[in-house]
């Protein structure tokens, strides 16, 4: 049962990762997008009314954009259901990246009221054990790949190098054909 589960488990930890990777990389672009934005005071006025809020009516702050979302989301899989693949796929990708945008952006401001919360701080810690649980499980798929694109780029600049060498020589004979 263990070793039919595995491929699974395998898949959860890839999309746990894709997750990650995704937030990872839109955390910096958030923050450009934020820092951009001519709203100075009223980002302001965010961060300085998060800071007045208790802790568990910061949680429903952090929840709202998710919640607001989701009914974009369920539209896009709708449209991908109803045979409109292409539509359906950018409205659920960029309800899903509005979302993180949103979510990383608030994380931030909310991270320290979130923290004083003990159940958020357990599923906080579970998160980052499950990251680390990912990493694991695709660790020796993740070595294969980079051994694999290692590999390829070797050939790839052999092939290239032979490439250039024929071409070289070509034009070499190609000029002695020329010379009267």
């Not at 990777?21 to 934005?37: F, H, K, Q, S, T």
């Not at 600049?157 to 490439?163: E, G, Q, R, T």
Request: overall charge positive; glycine content about 8%; some cysteine.
């Amino acid at each position: 049962m263990r070793r039919l589960l595995r491929p699974l488990w395998f898949l959860l930890a890839l999309i746990f990762l894709l997750e990650a990777w995704i937030w990872e990389r839109l955390d910096p672009v958030v923050g450009w997008v934020v820092a951009c934005l001519p709203f100075k005071a009223l980002k302001a006025a965010i961060a300085s009314g998060i800071e007045r809020l208790p802790p568990y009516a910061t949680l429903l702050v952090f929840a709202v954009p998710g919640l607001i979302l989701f009914p974009f989301k369920l539209a896009g899989l709708w449209l991908i259901g109803g045979g409109h693949v292409i539509a359906g796929g950018l409205v659920f990708l960029l309800a899903k990246s509005v979302g993180l945008g949103i979510t990383a952006f608030l994380f931030h401001a909310c991270q320290p009221k979130l923290m004083q919360i003990g159940w958020f701080v357990r599923f906080y810690d579970f998160v980052m054990r499950a990251k680390a649980w990912a990493h694991r499980q695709t660790e020796p798929a993740r070595r294969l790949i980079s051994q694999l694109r290692r590999r390829f780029g070797e050939r790839r600049n052999f092939v290239l190098a032979m490439i250039s060498r024929l071409r070289h020589r070509a034009g070499r004979h190609a000029a002695r054909q020329r010379e009267p």
